[in-house]
């Protein structure tokens, strides 16, 4: 079942989960950063990743949003539908004084909860070192004279400060723009940057796009059918050109250690999402259930882009990769790849159930194709546990009701 076959409420339930997936592949892949590389050159990859990929997919997604304002209250907008602020996770809470000036705090941040036990080093690297450029880099696709600044931080002082942090965002029109980063240039020549995703038909009932006042919550259940399928689609897209930032930074440290760090981080999360998306959607653990997650899943969709078939017969489930297809021709996750590695896609099949463990793989006229059925409970693979460290892993989403508009203070 495809995002275009689930129905409304399905789809309504499934994009946060998208967003939150989005937001754990880091807690998936930066541990084998540190591993092969140490913190510092954590710091450098996390900031090129998404300083690659974040202008790129925020700039899609305001055009199939029809936000096509440069204010604060347009940025705001593409913030609730980007990766890395998914919503409760990372909760931001949004207050707008005028058209070019506004400012926000974090109710709870996920991804703060992650690190402080880590240390105030890595506290310091993600909430100065990685914050700084990556905000700006977010906010220039709204407006290249937008500026994101602290008013306070963590390290948090006293240690159970709340809000976790707050920010302004200003634009004036007397400053220096901002240029395009170099990696976001080289993104937006890939095919990812380039693929054409379901169109959003007007017509259907609820909401096809977001215009009116920026809501302090988005109500997911409140969004057309086509909008949902679309909204699910360019998320799983956002999710393949994070990964290849991710591929490109470590491949200048080492050409020799991306691989193994990139499959690492593929296999956590994979196995996660396969696992929250299960639960999400309320199904079991057979062959239906389990070709249903791999057909959602954001490791091998949008299917425009990766152009994978899941297919099942009987008691088995079939996945083919087109080793010719967009995204391996990227060269992001999807061409780590193959017969002798096929551990992210093990990861996959034993997050809807430990039974599916029994994998076999062949390549045959251009494509990879990995089949997979009943065998002996397979252990929990040691990458998702990893990514498992992170909260995000348990997160539960609650109905927030009706949510209200955000006005201008002044």
């Known amino acids: 079942m495809s995002y275009r076959q689930l129905e409304r409420a399905q789809l309504a ?25 140490g913190r510092e050159t954590m710091t450098e990859v996390a900031i090129e990743e998404w300083m690659a990929a974040s202008p790129v997919y925020t700039s899609r997604m305001r055009s199939m949003l029809g ?15 980007d990766i890395g602020a998914p919503p409760q996770f990372m909760d931001f809470r949004y207050s707008i004084d005028d058209k070019y000036h506004g400012s926000f705090h974090l109710d709870h941040c996920g991804a703060l909860i992650d690190v402080e036990p880590m240390g105030e080093e890595y506290v310091q690297a993600m909430c100065h070192d990685i914050e700084d450029p990556t905000f700006d880099a977010t906010a220039i696709a709204t407006n290249r004279r937008a500026r994101i600044r602290p008013v306070h931080r963590p390290p948090r002082t006293p240690a159970d400060r709340h809000p976790h942090c707050e920010w302004t965002v200003t634009i004036e029109p007397d400053r220096d723009e901002l240029p395009l980063p170099a990696a976001a ?46 909204i699910a689609e360019e998320t799983a897209l956002q999710h393949h050109l994070l990964a290849l930032g991710f591929v490109w930074s470590v491949r200048e440290r080492s050409a020799e250690l991306v691989s193994g760090v990139v499959v690492k981080q593929m296999t956590g999360i994979a196995g996660l999402t396969s696992e929250r998306l299960r639960h999400a959607l309320d199904l079991g653990g057979d062959a239906a259930a389990l070709e249903q997650v791999l057909r959602l899943h954001p490791l091998l969709t949008p299917t425009q882009y990766t152009g994978v078939r899941v297919d099942r017969d009987g008691e088995r489930v079939t996945v083919t990769v087109p080793l010719g297809g967009d995204a391996v021709q990227d060269g992001e996750w999807l061409a780590f790849l193959g017969v002798d590695e096929l551990a992210p896609l093990r990861a996959a099949f034993v997050g809807v159930d430990p039974t599916w463990s029994d994998v076999s793989a062949r390549e045959h006229d251009g494509e990879l194709v990995v089949t997979v059925g009943r065998g002996a409970p397979a252990d929990e693979p040691g990458e998702v546990a990893v990514a498992r460290f992170s909260t995000g892993a348990g997160f539960q989403f609650e109905n927030r009701g009706i949510p209200l508009s955000i006005t201008p203070v002044h």
Not at 17 to 37: C, K, N, P, T, Y
Request: charged share 25%; with cysteine; hydrophobic share 40%.
């Open 13 to 37: 339930a499934l994009v946060p989960e998208l967003l939150l997936a989005g937001q754990l592949i880091d807690r998936s892949g930066m541990a084998h950063v540190i591993g092969a590389f």
């Open 67 to 81: 936000v096509d304002g440069d204010g604060v209250e347009d940025m705001f907008k593409c913030l609730q539908f």
């Open 185 to 230: 240039e080289r993104m937006q020549t890939t095919r990812a940057a380039k693929t054409v995703l379901s169109e959003v038909d007007p017509s259907d009932e609820g909401r096809s796009d977001y215009s009116g006042p920026l809501l302090a919550d988005v109500r997911w259940d409140e969004w057309s059918h086509s909008a949902l399928v679309r």
